[in-house]
């Protein structure tokens, strides 16, 4: 039984080296806030392929590797103790130490008030909206970024994978980091999905209080922020969520329930109206060509409501790694993402052409955004070095003109006002949150403080924070 649990704990050991790398290369320069809110919260709806490429990239390895290691250790050495557990510290050791962890520690220990002064309470905020309300569609593009673009419009392809995308944030409204393409850059605690939506509609980064019990309340999820979705229904919006994955991974469907009581149709939704079958999912749920089709059902009927409304939308094909590649997509290139990419593209042309002849089209703004950078850590390899990689933005119909487009210096955190700013709504000081509305001429804060600056300080501990805003200890 003892030479079985020294097999065990070597193999374990090695696994262990090699998760490191599965970690770095699968989810790039992930963050441990990243890391505690998916152990803390449901991972139901996840893809089946996270867990086979978690078996082949670190538990095969780890047996291969571990196995004879475990049996020289076990047959030839004496002190087969003290071996085994100096490779399990040193294993896990170095394991940390690769994903930054001991950093993540050190600034769980570092307070910082930086959040505590720059934040500014929403519900504190004279919002006025304009007496004919525009309607909204915000569509958070899945790992969507300006590097898919060619280099003549600032990308990094030889080929533009995206011509629609980049023809309509140049004919349209797209803030910009450059006098190009260009959009938003990411901070931690915004650079997953939910981490995306919630600090795209909050104007926070999403953070977890390692402080308190480890318990995140579903039933009480980011309480005591005021949302876009809470604005909206106060000025007498209805709210709408499409995705085509199960909204309960990742908490979007506690937070956007929460925070303004959003009508969520997903995965499970699909299957309860007897749109598809169990047997029928796909990649996460349901690929992007019924997405857009469930889409154009619900618009059609929401459009002859009275009351305004806020249709979100949440794509999956582009989803690390490698996206997923309809039967509709071409083939084109020679990598798949390349060509999931490209699919993208094309749908998301088609769904704008089908908006457009719509008779509610003139009067509902159009945000087309990526919710983060890509994950995809392979795809961008050989993209030049100092290469700044921004997240896609466009604003379409707006009746308000940006006192400054290009130039600037952002965060998704901004698109929160910015929004709001979009649909003509007069926001005292244009800043809620941390986020500045982009159509004025207020600096944002990594305008004001820099970036590297502000990533610092968001990194560390705020009790402001844990005790305001996440309101658990």
């Given at each position: 039984?003892?030479?079985?649990?020294?097999?065990?704990?070597?193999?374990?050991?090695?696994?262990?080296?090699?998760?490191?790398?599965?970690?770095?290369?699968?989810?790039?320069n992930?963050?441990g806030?990243?890391l505690?809110?998916?152990?803390?919260?449901?991972?139901?709806?996840?893809s089946?392929?996270?867990?086979?490429?978690?078996?082949?990239?670190?538990?095969?390895?780890?047996?291969?590797?571990?196995?004879?290691?475990?049996?020289?250790?076990?047959?030839?050495?004496?002190?087969?103790?003290?071996?085994?557990?100096?490779?399990?510290?040193?294993?896990?050791?170095?394991?940390?130490?690769?994903?930054?962890m001991?950093?993540?520690?050190?600034?769980?220990?570092?307070?910082?008030?930086?959040?505590?002064?720059?934040?500014?309470?929403?519900?504190?905020?004279?919002?006025?909206?304009?007496?004919?309300?525009?309607?909204?569609?915000?569509?958070?593009l899945?790992?969507?970024?300006?590097?898919?673009?060619?280099?003549?419009?600032?990308?990094?392809?030889?080929?533009?994978?995206?011509?629609?995308?980049?023809k309509?944030a140049?004919?349209?409204?797209?803030?910009?980091?450059?006098?190009?393409?260009?959009?938003?850059?990411?901070?931690?605690?915004?650079?997953?999905?939910?981490?995306?939506?919630?600090?795209?509609?909050?104007?926070?980064?999403?953070?977890?209080?390692?402080?308190?019990?480890?318990?995140?309340?579903?039933?009480?999820?980011?309480?005591?922020s005021?949302?876009?979705g809470?604005?909206?229904?106060?000025?007498g919006?209805?709210?709408?969520l499409?995705?085509?994955?199960?909204?309960?991974?990742?908490?979007?469907?506690?937070y956007?329930?929460?925070?303004?009581?959003y009508?969520?149709?997903?995965?499970?939704?699909?299957?309860?109206?007897?749109?598809?079958k169990?047997?029928?999912?796909?990649?996460?749920?349901?690929?992007?060509?019924?997405?857009?089709?469930?889409?154009?059902?619900?618009?059609?009927?929401?459009?002859?409501?009275?009351?305004?409304?806020?249709?979100?939308?949440?794509?999956v094909?582009?989803?690390?790694?490698?996206?997923?590649?309809?039967?509709?997509?071409?083939?084109?290139?020679?990598?798949?993402?390349?060509?999931?990419?490209?699919?993208?593209?094309?749908?998301?042309?088609?769904?704008?052409?089908?908006?457009?002849?719509?008779?509610?089209?003139?009067?509902?703004?159009?945000?087309?955004?990526?919710?983060?950078?890509?994950?995809?850590?392979d795809?961008?390899k050989?993209?030049?070095?100092?290469?700044?990689?921004?997240?896609?933005?466009?604003?379409?119909?707006?009746?308000?003109?940006?006192?400054?487009?290009?130039?600037?210096?952002?965060?998704?955190?901004?698109?929160?006002?910015?929004?709001?700013?979009a649909?003509?709504?007069e926001?005292e000081?244009?800043?809620?949150?941390?986020?500045?509305?982009?159509?004025s001429?207020?600096?944002?804060?990594?305008?004001?403080?820099?970036?590297?600056?502000?990533?610092?300080?968001?990194?560390?501990?705020?009790?402001?924070?844990?005790?305001n805003?996440?309101?658990?200890?």
């Open positions: 039984m003892k030479k079985i649990i020294y097999y065990i704990l070597i193999i374990f050991a090695c696994s262990l080296f090699f998760a490191s790398y599965w970690a770095l290369d699968t989810y790039g992930f963050t806030d990243e505690f809110f998916h152990f803390l919260v449901p991972l139901g709806g996840i089946l392929q996270s867990f086979s490429k978690l078996a082949t990239d670190v538990f095969l390895p780890g047996i291969i590797i571990g196995l004879p290691i475990a049996y020289v250790i076990v047959e030839y050495i004496k002190r087969k103790k003290i071996i085994t557990v100096a490779i399990l510290v040193v294993t896990l050791t170095y394991g940390l130490y690769n994903i930054h001991f950093t993540y520690i050190y600034n769980q220990i570092t307070s910082s008030k930086f959040i505590e002064e720059k934040y500014i309470e929403t519900k504190n905020v004279k919002i006025n909206f304009p007496k004919e309300k525009k309607n909204l569609i915000y569509i958070y899945e790992s969507f970024e300006n590097t898919y673009s060619n280099k003549e419009n600032n990308g990094q392809q030889a080929t533009n994978l995206i011509p629609y995308l980049t309509l140049n004919d349209n409204t797209n803030f910009s980091n450059n006098n190009n393409l260009g959009g938003a850059l990411s901070l931690n605690g915004t650079a997953w999905t939910s981490a995306a939506m919630v600090g795209q509609t909050s104007g926070l980064p999403l953070k977890i209080n390692t402080s308190s019990n480890g318990i995140i309340d579903l039933h009480n999820f980011f309480p005591n005021k949302t876009l809470e604005v909206l229904k106060e000025n919006y209805k709210n709408y499409l995705l085509g994955s199960d909204a309960n991974y990742g908490c979007r469907k506690q956007f329930e929460q925070h303004g009581n009508k969520l149709f997903d995965l499970n939704s699909a299957i309860k109206e007897n749109k598809m169990e047997e029928d999912i796909i990649w996460w749920g349901f690929d992007d060509d019924d997405l857009f089709e469930y889409a154009k059902e619900d618009l059609i009927r929401i459009s002859k409501n009275k009351e305004p409304f806020n249709y979100s939308i949440l794509t094909d582009t989803h690390f790694e490698d996206g997923y590649l309809a039967d509709t997509c071409d083939n084109k290139y020679p990598d798949q993402y390349s060509n999931v990419i490209s699919c993208a593209d094309n749908k998301i042309k088609k769904f704008m052409n089908w908006l457009e002849k719509q008779e509610f089209y003139d009067d509902t703004v159009v945000i087309i955004t990526g919710d983060h950078l890509s994950m995809d850590t795809y961008f050989n993209i030049e070095k100092d290469y700044t990689r921004t997240i896609y933005n466009v604003i379409i119909n707006s009746d308000v003109k940006p006192k400054q487009e290009k130039n600037r210096q952002f965060t998704t955190l901004d698109m929160f006002p910015t929004t709001l700013g649909l003509g709504a926001i000081g244009n800043r809620l949150a941390l986020g500045t509305n982009l159509y001429n207020e600096k944002t804060i990594i305008e004001e403080h820099g970036y590297e600056y502000v990533t610092k300080e968001l990194d560390k501990r705020s009790t402001f924070y844990n005790d805003i996440l309101a658990y200890k």
